[in-house]
């Protein structure tokens, strides 16, 4: 099974309002798979779907070669899944609560929970009702890591995490893809982040994918344009697949997103114009895709 989730052509509503149109995603195994979107895009719904906590409304979903919506033991035990928020047991202890947890696992690495709580500062004795937020969600990722699944799902698995803290889980994250066979798909707005460690990403906007690939074939087809001509600039430069596009007299800034040389070519010649091409970071490429 080359690839672990595929997405067909799923649409999911709530009435009259659709949050999913027509998704069409393929995440290979292997890989550190990063979604991005606004508030509102759909990530929550779409990884909400892949689980089988949703059922779309139309289209279909393979997880682990199966239908989410009636996913077999030995798939479940596969899956390690940290939502947005989680509401844990808050009269236990951690180390009761991890225990608890393992109890429903066949096969368990202790030995990486205890590392992970000590490297994580995160006390077993600790009751859960009285842990911080970043506390929380440190334990809910140790949750999910404990069984060593096949394939991991985070929903915004750092929000609540200190700058150290979110080094660490990216650190694990790397460790654990480079160690064995293991999947990670993660949602997350700190787009450094998804820029350190995802090598596949796609964008949600208002529903739709806007991009599905690899990240740095997202990076070679957006780039920024710097243009200086010898004369004004029309006022319509008429780019193909132009994001932005800021024109003064006779220089100008452009973003584009179906960069290529024959591009570069046509604009020096048909501008009579040096062309500077810039490299931009993720973060920047989702702010002129969601402008």
């Not at 595929?6 to 995440?27: A, N, P």
């Not at 070669?65 to 928020?85: C, F, H, M, V």
């Not at 992970?116 to 140790?142: H, T």
């Not at 024109?247 to 046509?266: M, S, Y």
């Amino acid at each position: 099974m080359e690839n672990i989730i595929v997405v067909q052509d799923v649409s999911k509503s709530f009435g009259k309002k659709t949050v999913l149109d027509h998704i069409d995603l393929i995440v290979p195994r292997g890989c550190v798979f990063g979604l991005m979107g606004k508030n509102g895009a759909g990530k929550t719904t779409l990884i909400k779907s892949l689980l089988g906590l949703v059922k779309p409304t139309a289209g279909r979903i393979d997880l682990l070669g199966e239908n989410p919506w009636t996913l077999s033991d030995r798939a479940k035990e596969q899956i390690g899944y940290t939502p947005q928020s989680d509401q844990l047991y808050s009269w236990l202890t951690v180390g009761q609560l991890l225990n608890y947890t393992a109890s429903f696992y066949r096969n368990w690495n202790s030995k990486l929970v205890d590392k992970l709580l000590n490297d994580w500062d995160v006390d077993p004795q600790d009751r859960v009702g009285l842990l911080s937020e970043g506390q929380m969600q440190k334990v809910a990722i140790i949750l999910a890591l404990g069984h060593e699944p096949q394939l991991l799902i985070f929903d915004e698995p750092v929000a609540s995490l200190d700058p150290m803290a979110r080094r660490q889980f990216l650190k694990t994250i790397l460790e654990i893809v480079s160690d064995r066979d293991c999947t990670i798909f993660f949602s997350s707005h700190i787009t450094p982040d998804l820029e350190r460690v995802t090598d596949q990403v796609a964008i949600l906007n208002k529903g739709k994918v806007d991009f599905t690939g690899g990240l740095d074939v997202l990076k070679d087809t957006v780039k920024r344009l710097r243009i200086d001509a010898a004369n004004t600039l029309p006022a319509d430069l008429n780019i193909a697949g132009s994001l932005s596009c800021e024109i003064n007299e006779r220089t100008a800034i452009i973003t584009v997103r179906e960069f290529n040389d024959a591009l570069i070519h046509d604009l020096t010649n048909r501008l009579q114009a040096k062309i500077t091409v810039e490299n931009l970071n993720l973060e920047e490429i989702f702010l002129e895709l969601n402008a």
